[in-house]
C-alpha cells in the first residue's frame, strides 16, 4: 500500500433513497411483501380480516333504530334491506340506553350522578397528570365525601360528620403525641374517629339535620343499575382500597413477624379465591358474620368484598412500588430523625405510590372489568340489566345488540384506561425520576 | 470528661413498651393480635348466634345425602342418587379439566399470539394488536357469554344433519359432527379390553388407558435417552447426527403395538333418536367456557410473551447474528432461555386467574365446583355458610399449589442465574 | 314487627325476580310490572297507601332465601315454589298461593313427540335454581329413561338455546313455558307436552316468626282474590265502597266492621289494594292473560266457583 | 487517585479540639447473624475532632459509622454520645440522631423533592422551625456549599458533585454538632471530588467534629488530627497523619498504604 | 481521556500487510428511511490491515461496521469480503458473518451461559466443532486474554473490562481472518480501558486484519497503520496515524481532532 492519504474535496448532498426502499412503495414492501412468508401472512391476515369485517359490519349497518319490540324491528328491517337481511335491532339501544347508563336513578336527578362523576375526574386529574397544579390536589381530597354525597344524597351534615371525625383524630393525634406521646397518639388517631364514625356520627348528623335541615333528596342504593353501578363499585373499590392495600403493603413489608403473617395471610387469602365466592359471602354470608339484626344494602356489602378484594391487588402493587426504592431514601430518612410514619409520608410513599401508578390503574381496569360478576348474584348492573330488559315481553329473545353495546362501552372505558397506563408507564422509564 | 462510669442500672418501667424499640415491636404485635382475634372472635360469636336463631347449627350431614340433580358433564359416574359430596367432587374435577384445557390452549396461542405481535408483517402484528386490545379490555363474563351464544347461533343443531337433504353435515369423513350441541368425536374403543381398576371404591380407572400412559412415558423415556445420545455424539464430533425419526418412532410404535394389542378401533358418533349417539360428547359449554377462558386470558399471555422477548435486549440477538448463528438456533439457545426466565412467572399468575375465572362457569351451565357445591347442593339443601366456605377453601388450596409451583420455579431459576 | 318498620321506613321492601316475562321485570322507565309485582304493590297500598311506596329488590333463585331470611326484604314475591322443607326447615311461612304451577314440557312440533315418556336422549334445557332440576330427575328416574340436562340460568338464555336447537325440550313451570312460546316469532311450530311432572303452588313468603305481618300479606293476597269472586273490580271499588248490600263486599271495603283494624291497618286498605292494582282477575288479565301476549288460560287459576283452585277464606 | 485532593492552604486556626468527650465508644461489638463485624472497638473523640478512618473492604468502617447513628444496633458495649447512651431507648435515639449528621456514599437525596424542601424536610418536621426560618437556613447552607442558586431544582438534574453537596447541606440543616460521612467521594468522577472535599475542609476549618470514612490521602493528611486504621473489625492502629502515613507501625497497616498509594 | 492509552513498546514484527484484499466496498450507500446516512463509501482494506475509523458521533461509523458483517443492510454498490459479495444471498451472509468477528461497545455477552459457554456456542452450533476440542480453544483464547481462571463465571459476575476481554476472546474462538470493533472501550473505567486495549494490541501484533472504531487516539497511533476520518456519512479524510494527528488536512478533521485531544 504505497500512499493510503486521501481527502474529500466536496462534501457529498444528502440523495434521495432508491424508490424500492422508500415511500409507500418502499413501505409496503418492507412491512407487507419482503419475503415469500409475509406475502402469505398478508394475503392470510387480509383475507381473515376481510372476512371478519364482511359477516359484521351488515348485520351493524342494515339495522333498524326505530322500533317498538324485536318483531317490529324484524318487520323494519326485512321491509327496507330485503326478505334476507339480518341486522340488529339497535331499537332496543335506543329505548333503553338510559336504563342501561343509570339504572333506576329518578331520570330528574341524572344531572348528580353526571356532576358526581365529574367531580370524580376533576379530583382524579391531578393524581394522574403531575402537570397540573398542586392546588388541585386540595380538591381531590374533599372528592371522596362530595361525591357520595352526591350520588346518595340525603343530609349534608353526614359527609360533614365523617369529616369531622377525621378531625377528631387529628386533634386527638397532636393532643395526645404532645401529652402522653407519639404511639399513644397513633393509636388515638385511629381508634377515635372509627369510634366517631360508628356511634356519633350519625345520631349527630340526624339531630343537626332536624335543627338545620342541609340536604338533597336521598337514593338508595338500589336505584343504581347499569353502568352506574358498575363504576360506581369501581370508584368505591379503588379509592377505599388504596389505603387498606398501602397498610396492607406496609405491614408484609414490617419485620414485624405477627403483623406480617397476619398481612400475608389476609392478602394471599383473597387473592386465593375467585371473586365470584367473596360476592357469594356478601350476598349469603355476611349476615351471618355481623350481629343479628343489622342488615345493610346488598350494594353496600357487595362495595365491602369488592374493596376487600381490590385492597389484596393494591397490596401487591404498592409493594412493588416500595420494593423498587433503594433502601438509601429509608436510611437518609432515619438518619435525619424522622421517625416511621413520618418518613414513610414525607419521603417513602410519595415516591412509591408515584411507581405504582400504571400498577394502579391496571387495577382498577381490572376491578370495573369484574364488576360484571355481581350481575351473578342477582344485582342489575349492565350485564345484569341485559337479563331483565329481555324479561320484557316487547324484547324477548334480543341477545347480540345488548351485549354488543355493553362489550362496546366496557371496552372503550378499558381501552382508554390502559392506554392511559401505558403512556405512565412511558413517561416513568424515560422521565427524570 | 463527661464520662458515664456507669450505667443506670436499667429497670423496666411501663412506658419501655412503648419507647423502648425492643419492647415496642412485641407491643404493636400483640395489639394486633388481640385486635385481630377480637375480630375473629367477634365474627365467630356472630355467626354461632345467627344460626343459633335461625335454627341451623354448622353440620356436614348433608353431603352424605342423595344430591338428587343430574350432571351432565361428568369424568367419574354419578347420578342422582349419589351424594352431594360426589356431586362436588364431580364439579372440582370439571373444574380442573376446563383449567388444564384452557391454560393449555391459551399457552400455545398466547406465545403464538406474542410472537406474531413482534412480526415484521405490519397486518399480521395489527390483526394481532387488535385481538390484544379487544379481549383485555372486555369482562370475561362478558366474552364466555358471547362464545355460548355464538356456538349455539352459528352452528347447526342435530336436526340439521337429518332427512333426506341435511343442511349441515360431519366433518373429516363422517367422523366428527359439530352442533351447537357441542362435537361429537370418535371415541377410542377396544376389543380386548382389560376391564377397569377400582380406587377406593369411588372411581374407576380403565387398565388400556393406564397401558397407555405407560406406554407413552416410556417411549419418551427412550426418546430422552437417544437425544442425550446424539448430545454426546456432538460432544465428541461436532456432528449431531439427525434423530427425530428414532425417535418419533420410540414414541410411536409401543403405543402403536399397544392399540393394536387391545384392539383398539373407533367408535363413531352417529345421529340416533334426538341426538348424536357414541363417540366423546365435547359440549357447547364446555366448549365455550373453554375458548373463551383461553381467548381472553391468551390476550395477557401474549403480552408477556412480547414483553419477555423483547426484554431480552436486541444486542444478543446482533451479537448471536454476528457469530454466525442460524435464527431458529438464536432462538433456542439465546433468547428463549433468557426470556423464559421474565414470561414464566406472570405466565403461571395467568394460569392461577384462568383457574380463579373459571368459577364463571355457571354463566353458560357447566358444573364445575361453583355449579355444584356453590350452585344447587347449596340451594337445594340451604347450608351457605358450609358451602360456601368450603368452595372458598377448595379454590385456596388450588392457588397455593399453583403458588408453590411458582415459587419453585422462581427459586431455582434464580440459582442458575448467580 | 314487621309492619311497624315498614311504616317507620315508609317503604316496602320487596323481593322479586331478576326479571321474568309477565311475573316480573323493568320497563324503559325503571317501573317494575308483572304478576309477582302486582302482589307487592297490592301490601304497599294496604300497609303504607302507595301503590308505589316500594323498593324491589331483584333476587336471584341463590339470594332470595338469605334476602328475606335476613331481612332485608320484608316478603318475596318471586315464584317460589311452596315445598315442605322450605316452610318448616328453611323457617318461612307461605301466605297462600297466587299462582298454580306445574312443571312441563315444551318441545317443537316438528320432532314429533307427543308424551314426556318419549324423551328417551334428549336433551333437556332446564332454568336451574329452583325445583325443576330436582323433578326432572325424579321423572326420568321413575320412568327409567335417559337424558341430557343443560342447565341454565335465565329464562332469556333457555329460550335462546331451545330456539337455535341446541336443545330438545325445555322444561320449566308450564306458565313459564307458555309466556316463553308466545314470544317466538312462530308460537304454533312448538307445543306443550300433555305431562305435567310437578305440583308448583307458586306463593308470596314471609319469615317465621311475625304472625302479624304474615296476616297481611295473606289477607292482602285474599282480598284480591275474594273481589274477584265478589266481583269487585278497580272500575267500581269507588261506588261499592260507597256500601252494598252484600256484607261481605262491605267488610272487606271497610264500611262495616273492623277487619282492617283488626290486622293492624286502616278501614279502607282492601280499598286502596283493589283500587290500585285491582282484583286478582284483573291482575291476571293484565300480565299473563289471553290479552297480553303471553296468552296464559285461567286453567288452575280460576276461581273455584269456575272450576279453578282460588278460593279464598271467608272475610268475617 | 487518592493524592488528587486539595493543595490550598487550610486555615487551622479554628480547629481547636475541646476536652470535651463527644462522641465514646466503649467495648463494642457487633455481629451480623454469626459474622462477627466489629470486635471490642474503644474510642474516644473529643469536639472538634476530625477522624479519618482507613482500612480495606470489609473491615467493619461503614458499620462503626452507621453504629453511631443507630443505623444499625449494636449488640455488646456502649456507644456514649454528648453524654447520652444509645440504647433502643428511642427518645434517646431520637435526641443522638437529631445531634448527628450522615452524609452517604451514594448521596440518597429525596429526588421527589426539590433542593430546597430536601433541605427544609428534617428541620421542618423534626425540629418543628418554622418553614420560613427553615428555608432561611437551607439556603445559607447551600451557599455554603456553594449552590445556592441550584435550590428549586430537582435532584435529578444535578451533578454528582452537586448532589454531594446538596447531601452536606441537608445534614447541617439540622444543625448537628457531630458529622459522619461514609465514603462521601467514592462514588464521584475525579473533578467532582474536588468540589466535596472543599466542602469537607471548610467544614472543618469551622470546628466540626468529623468522622470521617475515605481514602482519600490528601485530606486526611490535611485535615485530620488522627487517622484510625480498621481490619477485621477491629481498630488496628491509630495516629496523627503525618506519623501514620509516613512511619505505619503495623504490618497490615504498611500493606495497605503501599496498596493505596501505589495504586 | 483519550491519551490514557499505552506506552509499552508495541511489536510490530509481525504487522505486514499483504496484498490480498480482504475488504472492498465500493461505492456503498444506505439510507434509515429517507435519511442518507452511508454516501458513496469507498474502501479498499487488505489482509493484515489496522483501521481505525474516528469521527464526530452520528457520522455513520457504526453502521459502516454493521454493514460489513450484515447486520445492516445496504442498498446500493458493493460489498466484498475475502471474494464473496455480500448480498440477500443467505449462504454468503453465513460465510461472511464466521470469517468476521465483531465486538460491541456493550460486550453483549449471554448472560444465562457461563464465560466457557459464552465462548464455545458458536464453534459448536456452527462450525460443528466437538464439544471438547471447542472448550480447549476457548480456553486457549481465554488465556490469551488473561482471565482463563473465570471461565466457569457468568458474565453478570465479572467487571466491565473483564467481559469486554470475553467478548474479545469469543469472537476469537469463531477464527475470523478479520474483526470488527464497535466502540470497545468507551463503555469502560479508566483502568478497564487499559485490559482491553492491552489486548488488542496483542491482537494486532499477531497480524489479525483489524477494524476498529474507536477514540482512543493513543491506540490508533501506536497500532493502526491507517485513520479514516468520517462526517455526515462520508470518509472525509484517510491517511497514516502520524499524518492524520500531526499535520490533518480538511478543516473538519482539524476541528473534530482539536476537540478531542484538548478534551
Ligand atoms: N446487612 C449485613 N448483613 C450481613 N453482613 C453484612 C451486612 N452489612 C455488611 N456486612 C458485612 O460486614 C462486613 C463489614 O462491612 P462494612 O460495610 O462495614 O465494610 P467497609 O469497611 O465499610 O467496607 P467498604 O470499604 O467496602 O465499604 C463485610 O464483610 C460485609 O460483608
Ligand atoms: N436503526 C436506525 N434507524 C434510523 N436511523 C438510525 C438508525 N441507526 C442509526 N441511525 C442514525 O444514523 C446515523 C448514523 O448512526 P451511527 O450509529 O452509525 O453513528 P456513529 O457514527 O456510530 O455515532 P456514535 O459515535 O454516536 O456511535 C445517526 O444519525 C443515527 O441517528
Ligand atoms: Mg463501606
Ligand atoms: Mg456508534
Not at chain 1, 192 to 207: C, H, N, Q, R, Y
Not at chain 3, 246 to 255: K, S, Y
Request: aromatic letters at 10%; a neutral charge; charged letters at 15%.
Amino acid at each position: 500500500m504505497a500512499n493510503v492519504s486521501y481527502v474529500r474535496k466536496t462534501m457529498l448532498p444528502e440523495k434521495a433513497p432508491p424508490v424500492t426502499s422508500s415511500g409507500v412503495l418502499g413501505w409496503i414492501r418492507e412491512n407487507l411483501f419482503s419475503t415469500p412468508l409475509n406475502v402469505i401472512l398478508t394475503l392470510l391476515s387480509a383475507g381473515f380480516a376481510f372476512y371478519v369485517l364482511a359477516s359484521i359490519l351488515p348485520w351493524i349497518f342494515q339495522s333498524s333504530w326505530t322500533a317498538g319490540s324485536l318483531g317490529e324491528c324484524r318487520e323494519v328491517i326485512k321491509a327496507t334491506y330485503g326478505p334476507d337481511a339480518h341486522g340488529a335491532c339497535w331499537a332496543v339501544i335506543r329505548e333503553r340506553y338510559l336504563q342501561l347508563i343509570f339504572g333506576f336513578y329518578p331520570a330528574e336527578l341524572y344531572w348528580r350522578p353526571i356532576l358526581a362523576f365529574v367531580l370524580a375526574l376533576v379530583a382524579l386529574a391531578p393524581v394522574l397528570f403531575s402537570g397540573l397544579p398542586r392546588q388541585m390536589m386540595r380538591f381531590s381530597a374533599v372528592a371522596p365525601f362530595l361525591v357520595p354525597w352526591l350520588l346518595w344524597g340525603g343530609t349534608f351534615w353526614v359527609p360533614l360528620m365523617v369529616i369531622a371525625g377525621i378531625a377528631v383524630g387529628v386533634i386527638a393525634y397532636n393532643l395526645l403525641s404532645r401529652t402522653v406521646g407519639s404511639l399513644a397518639g397513633i393509636i388515638a388517631a385511629g381508634v377515635l374517629p372509627v369510634l366517631w364514625w360508628i356511634f356519633v356520627t350519625s345520631p349527630l348528623a340526624s339531630g343537626l339535620q332536624s335543627i338545620i335541615p342541609l340536604g338533597i333528596e336521598a337514593i338508595p342504593s338500589r336505584s343504581f343499575g347499569g353502568f352506574l353501578l358498575s363504576i360506581t363499585i369501581g370508584l368505591v373499590a379503588i379509592t377505599a382500597s388504596l389505603p387498606i392495600g398501602i397498610v396492607l403493603a406496609l405491614g408484609r413489608q414490617s419485620d414485624l413477624l405477627i403483623v406480617k403473617t397476619l398481612c400475608v395471610g389476609f392478602i394471599e387469602f383473597i387473592r386465593g379465591v375467585p371473586l365470584i365466592t367473596l360476592l357469594f359471602v356478601a350476598s349469603v354470608l355476611l349476615n351471618y358474620f355481623l350481629p343479628p339484626g343489622t342488615d345493610f344494602d346488598i350494594i353496600v356489602r357487595v362495595m365491602i368484598m369488592v374493596t376487600l378484594f381490590a385492597s389484596a391487588y393494591m397490596a401487591e402493587v404498592v409493594r412493588g412500588g416500595l420494593a423498587a426504592l433503594p433502601s438509601g431514601q429509608y436510611e437518609a430518612a432515619d438518619a435525619l430523625g424522622l421517625d416511621y410514619w413520618k418518613s414513610q409520608r414525607l419521603i417513602i410513599m410519595p415516591q412509591a405510590l408515584k411507581i405504582s401508578i400504571p400498577g394502579i390503574v391496571s387495577t382498577f381496569i381490572s376491578v370495573f372489568k369484574d364488576t360484571t360478576l355481581v350481575s351473578i348474584i342477582g344485582l342489575l348492573d349492565p350485564l345484569g340489566l341485559s337479563k331483565a330488559i329481555r324479561a320484557d315481553v316487547n324484547w324477548n329473545g334480543i341477545v347480540w345488540e345488548l351485549y354488543g353495546f355493553i362489550a362496546f362501552v366496557f371496552f372503550i372505558f378499558c381501552f382508554s384506561m390502559s392506554r392511559y397506563s401505558m403512556y405512565l408507564e412511558r413517561k416513568l422509564q424515560t422521565g427524570h425520576r | 470528661m463527661t464520662t458515664l462510669s456507669d450505667a443506670p442500672k436499667e429497670s423496666f418501667r411501663l412506658s419501655m413498651l412503648i419507647y423502648d424499640s425492643r419492647y415496642r415491636s412485641l407491643t404493636i404485635q400483640f395489639v394486633a393480635l388481640l385486635g385481630f382475634m377480637l375480630v375473629v372472635a367477634w365474627l365467630v360469636s356472630n355467626t354461632l348466634q345467627n344460626l343459633e336463631a335461625l335454627g341451623k347449627p354448622i353440620d356436614f350431614g348433608f353431603f352424605s345425602e342423595p344430591a338428587s340433580y343430574d350432571i351432565n358433564q361428568r369424568l367419574i359416574d354419578y347420578n342422582s342418587r349419589d351424594s352431594h359430596l360426589r356431586a362436588s367432587f364431580v364439579g372440582l374435577l370439571n373444574t380442573l379439566l376446563v383449567a388444564v384445557m384452557g391454560c393449555a390452549l391459551a399457552t400455545v396461542m398466547g406465545v403464538v399470539i406474542g410472537v406474531m405481535r413482534l412480526s415484521k408483517n405490519w397486518m399480521l402484528s395489527r390483526i394481532m394488536t387488535v385481538y390484544v386490545e379487544l379481549f383485555r379490555n372486555v369482562p370475561v363474563l362478558l366474552w364466555i357469554v358471547f362464545f355460548m351464544a355464538i356456538l349455539i347461533e352459528t352452528l347447526p343443531p342435530p336436526n340439521a344433519f337429518r332427512g333426506e337433504t341435511p343442511s349441515a353435515s360431519m366433518w373429516l369423513w363422517d367422523s366428527m359432527a359439530v352442533t351447537n350441541r357441542g362435537i361429537y368425536m370418535p371415541e377410542p374403543l377396544f376389543s380386548r379390553g382389560l376391564g377397569d381398576v377400582s380406587f377406593f371404591g369411588a372411581f374407576n380407572i380403565s387398565l388400556e388407558l393406564i397401558a397407555l400412559v405407560v406406554a407413552l412415558i416410556a417411549g419418551f423415556w427412550a426418546s430422552g435417552r437417544i437425544k442425550a445420545r446424539a448430545d454426546r455424539i456432538q460432544e465428541a464430533t461436532g456432528d449431531r447426527p439427525t434423530t427425530w425419526y428414532l425417535r418419533l418412532a420410540v414414541v410411536v410404535l409401543p403405543f402403536a403395538v399397544i392399540l393394536i394389542l387391545l384392539g383398539f378401533h373407533l367408535g363413531y358418533p352417529a345421529l340416533k333418536g334426538f341426538n348424536f349417539q357414541g363417540g366423546i360428547h365435547m359440549r357447547n359449554s364446555l366448549i365455550a367456557l373453554w375458548l373463551a377462558l383461553s381467548f381472553y386470558t391468551a390476550a395477557f399471555i401474549a403480552e408477556n410473551v412480547r414483553a419477555g422477548i423483547l426484554a431480552v435486549s436486541g444486542g444478543q440477538t446482533e451479537a448471536a447474528e454476528a457469530l454466525g448463528l442460524r435464527p431458529n438456533r438464536i432462538m433456542s439457545l439465546v433468547v428463549l432461555p433468557q426470556a423464559l426466565r421474565v414470561i414464566i412467572p406472570p405466565l403461571i399468575s395467568q394460569y392461577l386467574n384462568l383457574t380463579k375465572n373459571s368459577s364463571l362457569a355457571i354463566a353458560v351451565g357447566y358444573m364445575d365446583i361453583t355449579g355444584t357445591l356453590g350452585g344447587i347442593t347449596m340451594n337445594q339443601t340451604g347450608r351457605e355458610l358450609e358451602c360456601v366456605l368450603l368452595l372458598m377453601l377448595v379454590y385456596l388450596i388450588i392457588s397455593l399449589s399453583i403458588s408453590l409451583v411458582m415459587n419453585w420455579y422462581n427459586k431455582r431459576v434464580k440459582l442458575v442465574e448467580r | 314487627a314487621t309492619l311497624d318498620d315498614v311504616k317507620a321506613r315508609g317503604k316496602l321492601n320487596c323481593g322479586v325476580n331478576t326479571g321474568l316475562v309477565g311475573f316480573a321485570a323493568p320497563d324503559a322507565n325503571g317501573v317494575w310490572g308483572g304478576f309477582d309485582v302486582a302482589l307487592c304493590r297490592a301490601v304497599a297500598a294496604a300497609t303504607l297507601g302507595d301503590a308505589s311506596a316500594i323498593e324491589f329488590v331483584p333476587l336471584t333463585g341463590k339470594t332470595r332465601f338469605t334476602a328475606l331470611a335476613s331481612g332485608e326484604i320484608d316478603m318475596l314475591s318471586r315464584n317460589t315454589t311452596w315445598t315442605f322443607s322450605r316452610d318448616v326447615d328453611l323457617k318461612f311461612e307461605f301466605v297462600g298461593v297466587n299462582y298454580y304451577d306445574g312443571q312441563g314440557f315444551m318441545v317443537p312440533k316438528a320432532l314429533g313427540v307427543s308424551s314426556a315418556k318419549d324423551l328417551d336422549g334428549a336433551t333437556v334445557c332446564i332454568q336451574t335454581g329452583t325445583t325443576t332440576e330436582l323433578n326432572l330427575a325424579d321423572f326420568f328416574r321413575v320412568n327409567n329413561i335417559s337424558y341430557e340436562p343443560v342447565p341454565i340460568e335465565t329464562n332469556a338464555e333457555a329460550q335462546q338455546q331451545y330456539l337455535a336447537g341446541a336443545c330438545d325440550v325445555y322444561t320449566t313451570d308450564a306458565s313459564g313455558l307458555a309466556a316463553t312460546r308466545a314470544t317466538f316469532e312462530a308460537p304454533g311450530d312448538h307445543v306443550l307436552l300433555p305431562e305435567i311432572i310437578s305440583k308448583e303452588p307458586l306463593g308470596p313468603l314471609v319469615r317465621h316468626g311475625d304472625s302479624e305481618w304474615a296476616d297481611i300479606v295473606r289477607w292482602s293476597f285474599n282480598a284480591m282474590v275474594s273481589a274477584e269472586e265478589l266481583g269487585i273490580t278497580s272500575a267500581n271499588v269507588e261506588e261499592m265502597a260507597s256500601g252494598t248490600n252484600n256484607p261481605e263486599i262491605n267488610r272487606i271495603l271497610g264500611t262495616e266492621g273492623n277487619l282492617g283494624e283488626m290486622l293492624g291497618l286502616d278501614a279502607e286498605w282492601a280499598k286502596r289494594i283493589i283500587l290500585s292494582v285491582g282484583n286478582y282477575g284483573e291482575v291476571f288479565e293484565k300480565n299473563l292473560g289471553e290479552a297480553t301476549p303471553i296468552g296464559l288460560a285461567r286453567g288452575l287459576n280460576a276461581q273455584w266457583t269456575d272450576g279453578g283452585l282460588l278460593y279464598s277464606p271467608p272475610f268475617r | 487517585m487518592s493524592e488528587l485532593a486539595v493543595s490550598r492552604e487550610v486555615d487551622r486556626s479554628k480547629m481547636t479540639i475541646s476536652d470535651e468527650v463527644a462522641i465514646q465508644i466503649i467495648e463494642m461489638n457487633k455481629w451480623y447473624g454469626t459474622f462477627h463485624v466489629l470486635r471490642d472497638i474503644n474510642l474516644t473523640v473529643n469536639r472538634g475532632e476530625r477522624i479519618v478512618i482507613a482500612g480495606p473492604s470489609g473491615s467493619g468502617k461503614s458499620t462503626l459509622i452507621r453504629c453511631i447513628n443507630r443505623l444499625e444496633e449494636h449488640q455488646a458495649g456502649k456507644i456514649i454520645i454528648d453524654g447520652t447512651e444509645l440504647t433502643s431507648d428511642l427518645k434517646n435515639i431520637d435526641k443522638i440522631r437529631s445531634e448527628v449528621g450522615m452524609v452517604f456514599q451514594h448521596f440518597n437525596l429525596f429526588p421527589h423533592l426539590t433542593i430546597l424542601e430536601n433541605c427544609t424536610l428534617a428541620p421542618i418536621w423534626v425540629r418543628k422551625v418554622p418553614k420560613k426560618e427553615a428555608e432561611e437556613t437551607a439556603m445559607h447552607f447551600l451557599e455554603k456549599v456553594k449552590i445556592p442558586e441550584q435550590a428549586l431544582k430537582y435532584p435529578g438534574q444535578l451533578s454528582g458533585g452537586q448532589q454531594q453537596r446538596v447531601a452536606i447541606a441537608r445534614s447541617l440543616c439540622m444543625r448537628p454538632r457531630i458529622m459522619l460521612f461514609d465514603e462521601p467521594t467514592s462514588a464521584l468522577d475525579p473533578e467532582m471530588i474536588k468540589e466535596v472535599l472543599d466542602t469537607m475542609i471548610e467544614l472543618a476549618e469551622e470546628g466540626m467534629t468529623m468522622l470521617c470514612v475515605t481514602h482519600e490521602m490528601g485530606f486526611a493528611r490535611q485535615v485530620a488530627n488522627r487517622v484510625i486504621f480498621m481490619d477485621q473489625g477491629q481498630i488496628v492502629e491509630q495516629n496523627e497523619p503525618e506519623e501514620f502515613f509516613n512511619n505505619p507501625k503495623s504490618d497490615r497497616t504498611k500493606l495497605f498504604l503501599s496498596q493505596i498509594l501505589g495504586h
